[in-house]
């Protein structure tokens, strides 16, 4: 088979589209995570407690991921939530969603629907008005079709 100079550059040009514009797969290192968390807390280890993630054990779609958090908090203009932040340790980009709070929000509470990109965990961590921060951390397993993985 001989190929003509306009088929050989029209192969080369569409060779090159698609090594450029392929989706790349490139998952959260563990180092990415934890710095987003150091950065997210000045460096300082989130304790557990105070902090609820609402999220399904089992996801059979990965694109729409129900994901509620909870922080046990009086609320007050001396105590109270400043944000938290969701990460999903498995993405491209850990840093899912950071929800802002003040004393006068009345509860610290959000739901929302994320993506994942393959079984992973979860992470939500809250920093408090004295600076302190909490973590809850769940894994969600995320199937193809409803057949596992």
Known sequence: MTLTRRE???LTAGAAAFLTLAPRIAFAA???TEAAIKAFTGGATPASGKVSLDTPEIAENGNTVPVGVSVESPMTADNYVE????LADGNPAPGVATFHFTAMSGIAEAKTRIRLAKTQNVIAIAKMSDGSTFMDKKEVKVTIGGCGG
Not at 83 to 86: A, D, G, L
């Open 30 to 32: 563990a180092e990415e």
């Open 83 to 86: 944000s938290v932040m969701i």
């Open 8 to 10: 050989a550059l029209g």
